[in-house]
């Protein structure tokens, strides 16, 4: 029986204990209290021909005088103070908060719960530009390595290879074009297409009509050809008389064999510039014209000699 009359004893304390801390908890929630909470400074109701992309402070430290209660949600999530710039005056290229001015339509953000009783800075910039839009080329940055035989003809295709881009007319002068993301592809044999992101260099302040183009490229295996083609000498040394050799240069080029056709020497064209101060006579020759649907062109050689017949 005293076993059970001590428990007794010691519920009767708990409970007494629990009431006082409740009590106390209470009170001190219910007391008024002036406290120095840092909000965040987020500006609201700008023009929409206007764009926020810079502002003097990120945050400001208010005195608030509430009851615990009312001060208790400051505590529990990252406070914010919204500032309409529609009610501040415009100067040049910002918006002005100023206490004279704008201290008693702040103190309206508060219930009659939370007195508003000062604001840690005397003034506040809002800094705003001219929002607008222009159309930017895609610049992809795909790099891609071909399995052996194997290699692209026609230039890969975006879609789309343009976007239109809306924000602060100062952020968009530079902005020449816009890249993707880095993607490399290995051993490669046939056609590549994806989804590919497009980098939006300021995500706060400039917005894309699209935020992702589709890559598209055709890989096809190809052959190697050799073609003859006539050496074109231009020869700028008055009434001299002369004479070359080689007349014609082997060219080497890779072709697609799902688009081969018979390739015509006057496809190519190889000039040779004569320069009278080079060593021996020997000119360098270059090719100066080739067709589009062929890749990785060179010469068997490119010496050229020129002999001088007096």
Known sequence: MKFFSNKGKVNVYIAFLLLAITTSVVGKLSSEYDRDL??????????????????SHESVVLKLRANGFSLAKYYFNEPELKISVKKLKEIKNYFLWNQKENFSDTK???GSSVELL???????LFFFDQYVS?????KENVTVNYESGYENFKIPVLIPDSVVVTGPKELLSDLKYLETDSVNFENINSDIKFNINLINPDEDNIILSHNSSEYLLEVDQYTEETIKVPVNVLFNSGNSKFNYYPKELSIKYNISINDYIEVNPMDFKIECVYDSNSPN??????????????KNIRLNTDQIQIIILE
């Open 118 to 124: 000062s604001i840690s800075e005397d003034s506040i």
């Open 281 to 294: 006579n020997i000119s360098k020759a270059e090719i100066s014209k080739k067709p589009s649907f062929v």
């Open 108 to 110: 309206l953000n508060f």
């Open 134 to 138: 222009k159309k930017i080329p895609v």
């Open 38 to 55: 840092t909000f965040n400074l987020i500006p609201i109701d700008f023009p929409m021909d206007r764009i926020i992309y810079n502002q």
